[in-house]
């Protein structure tokens, strides 16, 4: 049980162009869902957490125009990277948790590779 | 704000025990989670401690003491397939994790 799935795994884009990417909880209700950036050798960095129905809180340097988050249901949230640039080539990784203790499950991650 | 501490690179033979310490200082503490994470792949769950003690799972063992804000992941009788980042993270009251910047442990032959 307790399965994250991320779609799509990988994606090339050029820049200037926005690029979705899709999280499911595919086996429970997640109540809350959260976005990481992972770069090369570095740990995984929260961007934001969002709440089924309700606006994302972003942490502090993550800007809120160009990372649209919209969790619209207990089992899909969504990460739109708006005007792509190559600094925003990374790891995207989503997780999520239900309402019952604090263990978040993550997804299989997704690459993203702005040229 | 949340600090986490863990080395950053381990080397170890294979058969052998490897032991990763991590620190932390974090507001609204609520337990330490331990991940394991390949090369391009999200980080597994590995474990996850609230209370002060050992908690055993096989070749992999976690430690907590929060007065001390110190934990440790111990891995027995390791294998090529240990090769891995391991992550540390302190999770808060409001859900938030706060990672760790991970240890590359390298296990030789």
């Known amino acids: 049980g307790a399965v994250v799935s991320q779609h799509p795994s990988w994606v090339i884009c050029k820049s200037g162009t926005s690029v979705k990417i899709e999280c499911r909880s595919l086996?429970?209700?997640?109540?809350?869902m959260f976005w990481y950036r992972q770069f090369p050798k570095q740990s995984l960095m929260l961007m934001a957490t969002?709440?089924?129905?309700?606006?994302?809180?972003?942490e502090q340097g993550v800007e809120k125009d160009k990372f649209l988050i919209n969790h619209a249901s207990l089992t899909l949230s969504t990460l739109t990277v708006t005007s792509a640039h190559p600094e925003d080539s990374s790891f995207y990784i989503c997780?999520?948790?239900?309402?019952?203790?604090?263990?978040?499950?993550f997804g299989p991650g997704t690459r993203l590779t702005v040229t | 704000g949340q600090n986490i501490d863990q080395p950053t690179e381990m080397t170890a033979t294979e058969g052998a025990i490897v032991q990763i310490n991590c620190t932390y200082q974090?507001?609204?503490?609520?337990?330490l989670f331990w991940y394991q994470q390949h090369a391009g792949e999200a980080p597994t769950f590995l474990s996850y401690n609230v209370l002060d003690g050992l908690e055993e799972k096989g070749r992999f063992s976690s430690f907590l003491s929060r007065s001390k804000g110190y934990s440790y992941l111990l891995l027995k009788e390791l294998q090529m397939k240990d090769s891995a980042s391991y992550l540390c993270a302190a999770v808060s009251n409001d859900y938030k994790l706060s990672f760790g910047a991970g240890t590359t442990v390298t296990v030789r032959a």
């Open positions: 086996d429970f209700q997640a109540t809350t």
């Open positions: 969002s709440n089924e129905g309700s606006k994302a809180t972003y």
């Open positions: 997780s999520a948790r239900d309402s019952q203790d604090y263990e978040q499950y």
């Open positions: 974090t507001s609204g503490f609520n337990g």
